[in-house]
């Protein structure tokens, strides 16, 4: 580039610094270049959703507790169980999934375009109150910037789950105790914090580490009002925690989610597996790690507040993803909520240089943290396969897949899943009760009556002991088919194959077994005449016998 041209990443963010300008129009002139802002933010952000949109598997679950609520069925993953299983995190994401539905948005579209609107709102908040700390807008631009290109924010903004709306919460519920308009502002946060209670089963924890750090900092400086403010927003909290308590003992039967019992434990693999998570999400996605890293040295040197806080309350959610063990799930689902806090000390980073060369400099620097953040998104990595497959998580047959490989395979099991339930739905009978493993979108699909190999909609599974020995995240009390066999099921197995060559069933089923042998069947059944199948595609199924 010759000398005296700006770079085109500079040359934008030049558009936001302010010049002396009159008062009449300062309030103006902000508004406007926090907007370029935004936009500069936001149109990356929305490319990089429309190319990784895709829907888990997980989210069918609660599409069809919110399903289930609509038709009169109640808050149940199988309609007629009785007490009803809690088979959901996020009670509130299910009330939003059924009202959608009840205005004829299918849950899978309210739930994508929910959580796109969520992550543009909270570009603009952290733009918003990075500005407000900084003093300018060139910084915080550029933190939004390399917000909006983190693959963990930009997947998870689908996906079906509600970890981009639970992450809009907490880091509103941050900038709201640590706002300038300080009247009202407990009973503010406090409605936040309850929302995100009722939101996702976690959001208690995740609320708790923001008010605790907020807390600590009020005690350090003396600072009464921001203490009484904590004080409540954790009784609003409390509150919340409390009601939902209640209604899933009265409405349940139970004090904990059902979905609680099937995943957490805390061991020494348990934490182990955790750590190993943390470690492979932040070699992975490097400009994380060193803006962390960055932000340290900094805050420490400067003691300022505001990097101090935010690195606290990114330390406190990633520690806390090592005390559940991590997530089996691509791209670091359970680092997201972290990423607008290391969007805040990367702003306090490049907030120091203000002149127009350091201006520049602060440009490039961050054109080279987006660049190196998308790279895994397009399976290109710098850390080495070897030293980031020494902290795999995955201890499973998924072993040593890079996130984009296993968010790929995420995306196709879903697609295939939702295939074979629609199969189903056709050839099944209405009330066969089938053994699945993974029960999203195939029970979504096919509505079937559900018994659940890993037991997050069947209690006595989730109450079993963990196995023991390493197992993949949320995988640790998963069951052979046989455990079911007094249940009598309807459907051992199902799977789609090419109608010409059926192959041999058997890959979760134990054909030797002496109740499978005398009672079961081998099922092949075409599914030439079903919408979206071909003469070549067909249903096998290990079912009983006469069904």
């Known amino acids: 580039m010759p000398p005296g041209f700006p770079s085109p990443l500079e040359s934008s963010f030049e558009l936001l610094h302010e010049e002396p300008r009159p008062v009449?129009?300062?309030?103006?002139?902000?508004?406007?270049?926090?907007?370029?802002?935004?936009?500069?933010?936001?149109?990356?952000?929305?490319?990089?959703?429309?190319?990784?949109?895709?829907?888990?598997?997980?989210?069918?679950?609660?599409?069809r507790y919110a399903r289930n609520l609509v038709e009169g069925e109640g808050l149940r993953?199988?309609?007629?169980?009785?007490?009803?299983?809690?088979?959901?995190?996020?009670?509130?994401?299910v009330l939003l999934l059924a009202g959608a539905q009840v205005v004829g948005i299918a849950p899978a579209l309210a739930a994508r375009a929910m959580s796109v609107v969520c992550g543009a709102t909270l570009l603009l908040l952290?733009?918003?109150?990075?500005?407000?700390?900084?003093?300018?807008?060139?910084?915080?631009?550029?933190?939004?910037?390399?917000?909006?290109?983190?693959p963990p924010f930009f997947v998870w903004s689908t996906g079906g789950l509600a970890t981009l709306p639970a992450a809009l919460l907490l880091f509103a519920l941050h900038t709201t105790l640590h706002g300038e308009r300080a009247e009202g502002r407990g009973w503010r946060a406090g409605l936040l914090a309850a929302t995100l209670v009722l939101l996702r089963a976690d959001g208690h924890v995740l609320a708790v580490i923001v008010i605790g750090v907020a807390a600590a900092e009020a005690l350090l400086r003396r600072n009464r009002a921001l203490l009484f403010s904590c004080g409540g927003t954790f009784g609003f909290l409390i509150l919340a925690a409390t009601g939902q308590l209640a209604f899933r003992w009265l409405y349940h039967q139970e004090l904990l989610p059902n979905t609680v019992r099937a995943k957490v434990g805390l061991s020494g693999l348990t934490l182990l597996r955790g750590f190993d998570y943390v470690a492979s999400l932040l070699l992975t996605f490097l400009p994380v790690l060193l803006v962390l890293g960055a932000g340290m040295v900094a805050g420490l040197l400067s003691r300022s507040a505001r990097t101090l806080r935010a690195l606290a309350i990114t330390l406190g959610i990633l520690g806390y993803c090592v005390?559940?063990?991590?997530?089996?799930?691509?791209?670091?689902?359970?680092?997201?909520?972290?990423?607008?806090?290391?969007?805040?000390?990367?702003?306090?980073?490049?907030?120091?240089?203000?002149?127009?060369?350091?201006?520049?400099?602060?440009s490039l620097l961050t054109a080279a943290l987006v660049i190196l953040s998308l790279l895994p998104a397009f399976d290109v990595h710098v850390v080495p396969a070897t030293v980031r497959e020494t902290f795999d998580y995955r201890w499973s047959s998924d072993k040593n897949l890079t996130e984009v490989a296993f968010w790929r395979k995420m995306k196709e099991r879903s697609e295939d899943w939702s295939r074979l339930g629609k199969a189903l739905r056709a050839r099944a009978g209405t009330g066969d009760t089938i053994v699945l493993a993974a029960i999203g979108a195939v029970g979504y699909e096919s509505r079937l009556p559900v018994l659940d190999r890993c037991g997050l909609v069947t209690g006595e599974v989730a109450r079993l002991p963990a196995k023991p020995g390493r197992h993949t995240a949320g995988h640790e009390k998963l069951v052979p088919t046989s455990f079911f066999l007094d249940r009598r099921p309807a459907i051992l197995e199902a799977v789609l194959v090419d109608a010409r060559n059926p192959g041999s069933p058997g890959v979760g089923v134990d054909l030797?077994?002496?109740?499978?042998?005398?009672?079961?069947?081998?099922?092949?059944?075409?599914?030439?005449?079903?919408e979206g199948f071909s003469e070549n595609d067909a249903l096998r199924t290990v079912r009983r016998k006469g069904g």
């Open 126 to 150: 952290v733009l918003h109150h990075a500005r407000e700390r900084e003093g300018q807008v060139v910084a915080p631009g550029l933190a939004a910037l390399f917000l909006a290109t983190l």
């Open 323 to 362: 005390v559940v063990g991590g997530d089996f799930m691509a791209m670091g689902r359970f680092m997201v909520p972290t990423l607008p806090f290391v969007a805040l000390v990367l702003a306090s980073l490049l907030s120091r240089w203000d002149s127009p060369r350091a201006r520049s400099s602060a």
């Open 24 to 63: 009449a129009t300062l309030a103006t002139m902000r508004s406007r270049s926090l907007l370029v802002a935004w936009l500069l933010a936001l149109a990356p952000y929305l490319l990089l959703v429309a190319s990784f949109d895709f829907v888990c598997d997980d989210a069918y679950i609660s599409f």
């Open 77 to 93: 993953f199988n309609p007629g169980e009785s007490p009803p299983v809690e088979g959901y995190s996020n009670l509130l994401w």
């Open 512 to 530: 030797n077994d002496p109740i499978v042998r005398s009672e079961y069947e081998v099922r092949v059944q075409p599914l030439g005449d079903v």
